[in-house]
């Protein structure tokens, strides 16, 4: 039996993650809807499910503003750029790093989690930054890191 490679699933599942963000946040910009509005509404009669007003900020930055969306998409791109990899970024120690790859997965579930479209993202990538925690847990490294230290000066 085989041994699963845990930074190779990670890698896989976060690259699907990330362009189902980007796509979550193109729908997001013309659907906009806070996920998360029906904790604390209003029920009104004609109206509906209004939410709470502690809610306003994100409103504004997903409704009014699509400022959490374009973010989202950024941050998508990016992370697919590193995942894939981008040219540049095929040699560099960014690329080499899984720390940073937590990172930013924690940061695009945290944007994708509060508007609508960006729920089953969040929930993909949230998988995929535990499977590199433990990809970090195992010491597991990348093929490339030897050739990619070589290049480097041993670094």
């Known amino acids: ?46 109206g509906g499910l209004q939410p ?25 791109f990016w992370i697919i750029a590193l995942e894939f990899p981008f040219l540049p970024l095929g040699s560099s120690r960014i690329y080499r790093s899984l720390a940073l790859r937590i990172v930013l997965l924690v940061f695009q579930v945290a944007l994708n989690i509060l508007y609508y479209q960006g729920t089953n993202a969040a929930i993909w990538s949230l998988i995929a930054a535990v499977c590199y925690a433990r990809a970090v847990a195992l010491g597991e490294k990348m093929a490339q890191e030897k050739e990619n230290r070589a290049k480097d000066g041993g670094v």
């Open 52 to 76: 709470s007003p502690k809610f306003a900020v994100f409103i504004m930055l997903i409704v009014k503003f699509p400022i959490i969306q374009s973010v989202a998409i950024l941050l998508g």
């Open 1 to 46: 039996m085989g041994k699963l490679v845990w930074h190779e699933y990670a890698r896989f599942t976060a690259l699907t993650a990330s362009i189902y963000a980007v796509w979550a946040g193109f729908w997001g910009l013309f659907y906009r809807k806070f996920f998360w509005d029906f904790i604390g509404g209003i029920l009104r009669n004609p």
